[in-house]
Structure formats: C-alpha cells, structure tokens
C-alpha cells in the first residue's frame, strides 16, 4: 500500500491550498481516509476523516467550517480542500487509511495502518 501526499506549498494568510493524496496497492473504496498534520515541536493531531463512500466526515474544531475533506473512489484519491488559512495551519500534513467499510469512522491516530509521508504547507501572515 502506498499513500503520496502533495499540494504541499506557501501560501499567505486568508489564501487556499489543497491537498491530494493518491492510494495505491489497495482496494481504495474499501478504507477510511484521514487527514492528520504535525507543526514542529508538537505531537501529530487529527484534521479530518471520511468514511468509504464519502457520505460521513469528521473535522477537527480547529478547522471546521475551513477545510474540506472529499475523496473520489473512481480515482483513488483524497482531497483536503483549505479555505482561510491561518498561520497556526502550519504543519506538515499526512494522509492515511485503514480498513473499514461502515458509517462510523476513528479519529485516532493509532486506528490508521497506512501514511502517507506528509506534504508541508506554510502559512504566512
């Protein structure tokens, strides 16, 4: 199984970024996709999750209402659409999955079985 993050980059503060992450060696449809970032110095926190058809997702609070999570099972990718960045969005961003096939998704880090190897994005103010 392999995850590749991108669309990683600069970008200013109140600007959009949006992030792919494209699966392979997996039956895509058949796993929950996640989205978790890590700013230097602190542990790695959740962003957000969608289930197997796309029909459930869960944000964090600190970006609720700013970011979207999609993903398109004919394509094998995930997206994380990033509205109205703000400097503490600085991180860098993982994708990851794990196996799962109902409504209900994790939001545990330690619940996902594969990652990506992150993509940096940069906020400036």
């Known amino acids: 199984v392999q995850l590749q993050a991108s669309g990683g980059g600069l970008a200013q503060a109140g600007g959009s970024l949006r992030l792919s992450c494209a699966a392979s060696?997996?039956?895509?449809?058949?796993?929950?996709m996640g989205w978790f970032r890590q700013a230097p110095g602190k542990e790695r926190e959740f962003v957000a999750v969608?289930?197997?058809?796309?029909?459930?997702?869960v944000y964090a609070d600190s970006v609720k209402g700013r970011f979207t999570i999609s993903r398109d099972n004919a394509k094998n990718t995930m997206y994380l659409q990033m509205n109205s960045l703000k400097p503490d969005d600085t991180a860098v961003y993982f994708c990851?999955?794990?196996?799962?096939?109902?409504?209900?998704?994790?939001?545990?880090?330690?619940?996902?079985?594969?990652w990506g190897q992150g993509t940096l994005v940069t906020v400036s103010s």
């Open positions: 969608i289930n197997w058809s796309g029909g459930n997702t």
């Open positions: 990851a999955a794990y196996r799962g096939s109902g409504v209900v998704v994790s939001t545990t880090p330690r619940r996902f079985d594969y």
């Open positions: 060696g997996l039956t895509f449809s058949n796993y929950v």
